[in-house]
């Protein structure tokens, strides 16, 4: 590569419009993963995500960003690929999704289920798009013991004061898989309250566990591990610009994420013991 070339990317990272520059590559990252994973989907599932609104995929939190909607994109065709990877093909069977934003999960899976939200705004939406959904806190269901065969719990987890808990309270209801998804860390992060001016209280993180550490959570519920998988929505890939800016950000900045975004999630399918 021509010096001169090789001088213009190392400005760009370095000091030149910084904040511009690395917006733009995690568009691009995003997008490029994004486009990777949608032959995965079938035309029906397709179709929905078409259709959805991703800028007000958190109907009180506006992603305004386009790299932002990538990555939701990308994370729900992960997850849609995990659960019919980790659940039967019976129609009948009875799915609560914990934490339900947009009700996506439950619509492409074509299932009879109950949406669960704490958020008025989020409840109020899911009603408009037909969805039955119950207004509650997670920690603690109004379900019967052992009335829902299937239980989704997805990037819910770290917003709790009291994880083992709800955990717990889901072992409770549910009898057959919980299937969750957490950002992936390679170390475990407790973050101090209210850490995140630009977010109100119920959207911030408090624990993020690495799979090793989440592990040892499972041993004081009624829950064991039938199958995980870390799944990618940013990578290392690209030209040589994206590699320099990734090496340096991961060297100096942060690990596990990318201009605050996480660069993996964890999935996982637990079972009763």
């Known amino acids: 590569m021509h010096m001169t070339n090789i001088k213009k990317i190392i400005q760009n990272i370095l000091w030149l419009h910084p904040q511009k520059y690395l917006h733009k590559i995690l568009e691009k990252n995003a997008k490029r993963n994004l486009d990777s994973k949608l032959s995965f989907l079938n035309a029906n599932q397709r179709a929905l995500l078409d259709q959805e609104d991703e800028q007000s ?3 009180d939190y506006v992603l305004e960003e386009k790299a932002l909607q990538y990555l939701v994109q990308s994370e729900t065709i992960d997850r849609i690929q995990f ?3 980790n659940t039967s093909g019976s129609r009948d069977s009875l799915i609560t999704d914990l ?4 009700g996506v999960f439950l619509r492409m899976m074509g ?3 109950i949406s669960v939200n704490i958020s008025d705004p989020t409840v109020k939406a899911l009603h408009q798009k037909g969805l039955d959904v119950i207004k509650a806190d997670i920690q603690y269901l109004p379900f019967k013991k052992n009335s829902l065969d299937t239980v989704f719990l997805f990037q819910t987890l770290e917003h709790v004061p009291n994880p ?3 955990l717990q309270e889901i072992a409770r209801v549910c009898r057959g898989a919980l299937i969750l998804s957490i950002p992936y860390v390679s170390t475990t992060n407790i973050h101090p309250f209210f850490h995140n001016l630009d977010k ?4 911030q993180h408090i624990f993020e566990f690495s799979p090793k550490d989440f592990d040892k959570i499972l041993t004081h ?3 064991i591990l039938k199958s995980g998988k870390v799944t990618k929505v940013l990578d290392d890939r690209g030209g040589i610009g994206e590699r320099i800016t990734y090496f340096i950000w991961r060297r100096f900045m942060e690990k596990d994420t990318f201009c605050g975004c996480f660069k993996n999630f964890y999935l996982c399918c637990l079972i009763k013991r």
């Open 99 to 102: 934490g339900d934003s947009n």
């Open 111 to 113: 299932k009879c289920g």
């Open 83 to 85: 659960i019919q990877e």
């Open 57 to 59: 995929h958190y109907v």
């Open 221 to 223: 519920t009624p829950f």
């Open 200 to 203: 109100p209280l119920h959207q």
């Open 164 to 166: 083992i808990l709800m």
